[in-house]
Structures are given as structure tokens and as C-alpha cells.
């Protein structure tokens, strides 16, 4: 697709310029982005220093409690690029699904994060929550523009495809990828959390038998703990 530029015409047939119809949209879906990207990176450094025993136990016992020690060192001298991509998929799920036992009780870590004094905003704090109520599902790139975004279909039923406007994550993925995504709406577009569970064509058919007849948390912690194995068992 050719670059709009401020004075064509909108691509969305309205008749008015680019700089008077979707150019400020999609200027503020990009700022709504980046300050989403960087909402989960700032609670985890919250939690670090507010938490960090509490970090550590979680990572330690419920992350990498299907780990071995040798699958473990394998994962610290991986590829910078898929650590990167690990450490992004551990920080969302304890964000989004992850509690801490404070005083005896267990506490969402998302609960602690919006009690946080991080100045959170409305709008980021309305992120936050619906990022954690998404839940983490298995898609299929069903069409891919690399550098610009992608089309995504629930897999293995199929159905209306969404598009994700992401370029890091579309340089990533081929058509035909399937892959574990959380996906929240903003701004009337839709979003990924960051967090990508790469899953190779021929593991699909396995992790779609342990997925059979899970739902919600038992869904997703059976997705990211079949994704981790798979990365602990081939670095």
C-alpha cells in the first residue's frame, strides 16, 4: 500500500483530507499503544520494588514449576531475541493472571497493581482491566502486511477475522502462524498485550488436545505452560 500523505484524500471515502478524518484517529490509536505497551513494564518494575520477594516466589513456583534446572539454563543463555519475547509473555500473565499471598490471603496482581500508587490514569487503568478479562486464545494469521499489521481468525473454529495494526509483532508472524495472543479493544481498534505464544505447526494438534474442554484460567495457564515447555525443550 502507497504512504497517505496529510492532504490526499481519506482511504475511508469520506471526501474530507487524510488530516481532517483518520489521521488524528489513528495518531491517537498510536500514542494509546505505546502508552499501553509500557503500562505492563511499569507495573512490573512497581511490583519489583514493592514486591520483589513476592516476584521472585511467584516466578519461581508457578511460572517454572513444570521447568527443569537444565531447561531453565538453557532459557538464560537463549537467543537475546526469544528471552525478550519470554520475559514479555512471563510479566503479562503475572500482571494479567497472577496472585501474591499477602497476609495469608491470595491477592490478584492485577488488584495490587490498580491500588498501586503508580498515578495511573483513567484510561490506563481501564486498559489494565480489560486486557486482564481478555483471555489468552489461540489465533491463525489468516493475512499479514509485515511492518504494518495482520489479520487474526480463532483457531480451530475459524470465524470473522480482526485486524491488528502492530508492526513489531507483524514482522514476526507468516500467514498461516498459529499462535496464543491476548487481544483487548481501544479506541475501536484492536490491540495485542505484547505478549505473542508462538506455537509451530507441527505442536498445534497436541496443545489442541491438552486445550480440549478448558476454559478461562485453566485455558490460558494450559497455553503458556504448553508454550514454555515447548521454548525450555528446544533452546
Known amino acids: 500500500m502507497s504512504k497517505v500523505h496529510r492532504n490526499d484524500p481519506c482511504p475511508c471515502g469520506s471526501g474530507k483530507k487524510y488530516k481532517r478524518c483518520c489521521l488524528p484517529v489513528e495518531q491517537e490509536r498510536a500514542r494509546s499503544r505505546a502508552d499501553a505497551r509500557t503500562l505492563v513494564r511499569r507495573a512490573v518494575e512497581w511490583l519489583g520494588q514493592r514486591h520483589g520477594e513476592a516476584v521472585t516466589r511467584w516466578v519461581e513456583e508457578v511460572w517454572f514449576a513444570d521447568v527443569s534446572d537444565e531447561e531453565r539454563r538453557g532459557l ?40 498501586s500508587d503508580l498515578a495511573l490514569n483513567d484510561a490506563q487503568r481501564d486498559w489494565l482491566s480489560r486486557l486482564a478479562a481478555a483471555p489468552l486464545r489461540l489465533y491463525r494469521v489468516a493475512r499479514l502486511e509485515a511492518g504494518q499489521g495482520f489479520w487474526l481468525a480463532p483457531h480451530p473454529e475459524g470465524g470473522d477475522e480482526v485486524r491488528i495494526e502492530d508492526r513489531w509483532t507483524s514482522r514476526m508472524l507468516d500467514e498461516g ?52 515447555g515447548l521454548v525450555a525443550a528446544h533452546v
Do not use: C
Not at 90 to 97: K, N, Q, R, S
Not at 104 to 109: I, T
Not at 212 to 224: F, I, M, P, V, W
Open 76 to 115: 538464560a543463555t537463549a537467543d537475546p531475541a526469544l528471552r525478550a519475547v519470554h520475559d514479555s509473555n512471563v510479566l503479562e500473565y503475572m500482571v494479567t493472571e497472577g496472585a501474591f499471598e499477602v497476609d495469608g490471603e491470595s491477592v490478584p496482581v492485577l488488584q495490587m497493581v490498580l491500588d
Open 177 to 228: 502462524d498459529v499462535v496464543g495472543l491476548r487481544l483487548a479493544e481501544n479506541l475501536g481498534a484492536w490491540e495485542t498485550s505484547g505478549a505473542v505464544y508462538y506455537i509451530p505447526s507441527e505442536y498445534v494438534d497436541a496443545l489442541l488436545a491438552e486445550l480440549e474442554g478448558k476454559q478461562g484460567a485453566d485455558y490460558s495457564r494450559t497455553l503458556a505452560r504448553y508454550w514454555l
